[in-house]
């Protein structure tokens, strides 16, 4: 079998991740995306990209690091303003307040982390006319998406340390899996992979074993078995969505638990990084019946810090820390760097590819767009999209990209 038929293959495969019900091709309903995968398949590439983006409108929604979501004609912030977390919904074409709601979650970061704010930095998720959000604290929380009535809440900063103890506090992003809301919740040494009901928000099942990373789960099916995949404090693992029974696992600690880059399947591995530590893939096969996992490359060279990378054509395409930021690709089939960019590129990107390109938002507010191709990097167009740090993910739907800056967001149009 040709190198290039398995590279298809793994194009292919990235469209079965998820069991989370479909989303209009231009909605962006959760963490990177409808898929969870950081493809933007709803947005129109142009044939060329213009000299200058055009600022539809920007409205003031808070401070906070959570991505924009959009269904249909309508966008979710999720921010907070003073001592409350707000969630609130604007009108795509122009940004006037749907309606919005709040709740009181007073936080102290530690004095360390104080320049990354006060959160939120979960990005919600959409799902059967519900709105989860989860707060920088733990609070989850269910909203009715037509009228924003609160339909049920769980505090979880209650139940668990103080929650300064998560140094840069809760970031993982919720994930619907059927009728059940996965999230993990908690603090370092003291938190559980949960499983919510839609519905009511009661716990279905929890994996206490250890406290949250800041890496995200995704849903995939490796060696015939569904299961989550993700990285706790201290590890890569594989998970029941079922029962929440520990699969299997791989020990992953970073310097201050920093385990944050979301795993990326490719065909049938999975791709782990983090910083200070070799990106490298996994088979998950079974050895008397037991899903275990089995290193199938590691690359040394590309080490990823908080820049979750993105998987186009059977290629690997990121943000390296490596002399402050450098942009790569490399064969998810062996682990072989094929390029990188000259460095200085950026303390972190968010990337999404559309088409046949990536859209890379770097924290200084720099949106560059280079080609998605193996052999070189060529850079496409490159804008400057807000006037302070742009932590939080962008989303890209129809010809519109949407960037949240500290406090503002902001709708950019390539027309």
Request: net charge neutral; proline share 5%; aromatic share 10%.
């Amino acid at each position: 079998m040709s190198r290039a038929f398995l590279h298809v293959i793994l194009g292919l495969c990235l469209g079965w991740l998820l069991g989370i019900g479909p989303a209009q091709a231009a909605d962006w309903t959760q963490w990177r995306g409808p898929n969870r995968d950081g493809h933007a398949d709803g947005f129109l590439v142009p044939g060329v990209w213009p000299a200058k983006l055009k600022q539809l409108w920007k409205v003031e929604v808070g401070e906070g690091h959570a991505s924009p979501i959009v269904v249909g004609d309508r966008v979710f912030a999720f921010s907070r303003e003073g001592d409350k977390e707000v969630v609130r919904v604007m009108n795509l074409s122009d940004g006037k307040e749907q309606w919005s709601q709040s709740y009181t979650a007073p936080y102290s970061p530690s004095p360390y982390a104080a320049s990354h704010g006060k959160g939120p930095k979960s990005t919600p998720v959409v799902a059967e006319g519900r709105l989860i959000t989860v707060g920088i604290s733990s609070i989850v929380s269910c909203w009715d998406t037509a009228s924003g009535r609160l339909l049920w809440q769980q505090d979880f900063s209650k139940k668990f340390k103080e929650p300064s103890s998560l140094f840069y506090g809760m970031a993982v992003s919720p994930l619907v899996v059927g009728k059940r809301v996965v999230a993990h919740v908690g603090v370092s040494g003291d938190g559980a992979l949960v499983a919510l009901d839609l519905d009511a928000g009661k716990v279905h099942w929890k994996w206490d074993a250890e406290g949250p990373g800041y890496a995200s789960p995704i849903l995939a099916t490796l060696g015939g078995t569904r299961q989550l995949l993700t990285q706790s404090q201290a590890a890569c693992i594989g998970v029941s969505p079922d029962d929440g029974q520990l699969l299997w696992s791989i020990p992953f600690k970073t310097e201050y638990d920093q385990d944050i880059i979301t795993p990326v399947k490719a065909g049938n591995t999975v791709i782990f990084a983090g910083l200070a530590k070799p990106t490298a893939a996994y088979s998950v096969g079974k050895i008397d019946g037991k899903p275990t996992p089995e290193q199938v490359w590691s690359n040394k060279d590309l080490s990823l810090y908080m820049s979750s990378p993105v998987l186009v054509d059977g290629y690997l395409y990121g943000l390296a820390n490596r002399s402050k930021g450098q942009f790569f690709c490399l064969d998810a089939l062996t682990g072989k760097t094929m390029w990188t960019s000259e460095g200085r590129m950026g303390e972190n990107a968010a990337l999404l590819a559309a088409g046949k390109v990536l859209l890379a938002l770097t924290t200084d507010s720099q949106l560059t767009v280079f080609k998605a191709d193996p052999v070189r990097f060529t850079q496409v167009a490159s804008y400057k999209v807000a006037d302070t740090a742009t932590w939080a993910h962008h989303a890209a739907v129809g010809n519109e990209i949407l960037i949240k800056d500290k406090r503002s967001l902001a709708v950019w149009t390539t027309d």
